[in-house]
């Protein structure tokens, strides 16, 4: 009988040990793929373009991680000014941030502070023109872990607010982490 108990807590702890072989932990590195549903305003022009975005980022802390991100504008939003159809559209934005964050086991909050430029078209009448500037950016969210390494989220950013143009929206988010 003791033969038996030892076999099978031998048997038990070898067990074990081939699943924490097996458990791969995840890398500090991240990526985040969303669709931005944004609003512009300026001057008298309220639009709401879409776009897709991107984010690298590194968990250098517990609670903090930096991160890079690129968008892209994948629809533009035609809106009347002065009697005349106006095209508006993100053409692109790049940017850097400090991300805090805290983790409620399956659910992450976190905040975005860090610094963006964005390019902004607007075409009308068989004309266009656009402006790029960059601004501080600074937003807040929360990610879902369906597993230890994919997560879905969503965001609200702030990303331009100067010169009585502001450019702002909400995202959902699909992230891996390596």
Not at 62 to 70: I, K, N, Q, T
Not at 118 to 128: F, I, P, R, T
Request: without cysteine; glycine residues 12%.
């Amino acid at each position: 009988m003791k033969r038996i108990a030892i076999a099978a807590a031998a048997a038990l702890l070898m067990l074990g040990t081939a699943q924490a072989q097996q458990a791969r932990t995840a890398t500090p590195w991240y990526g985040e793929l969303g669709y931005v549903f944004l609003n512009v305003e300026d001057s008298g022009i309220d639009a709401d373009p879409q776009a897709l975005r991107g984010f690298v980022g590194y968990n250098f802390h517990p609670f903090f991680a930096a991160e890079g991100m690129l968008a892209f504008g994948t629809a533009s939003d035609d809106v009347n000014f002065g009697g005349v159809n106006v095209d508006v559209k993100l053409k692109n934005a790049f940017g850097l941030f400090i991300k805090p964050k805290y983790d409620f086991g399956n659910v992450e909050v976190f905040g975005r502070l860090g610094w963006v430029r964005s390019e902004v078209k607007a075409s009308a009448l068989g004309a266009s023109a656009s402006d790029s500037d960059d601004d501080i950016a600074y937003g807040v969210g929360l990610n879902y872990s369906i597993n230890p390494r994919t997560y879905v989220g969503t965001d609200y950013m702030r990303y331009f607010d100067k010169n009585g143009t502001k450019v702002d929206g909400w995202s959902i988010n699909l992230g891996y982490r390596f």
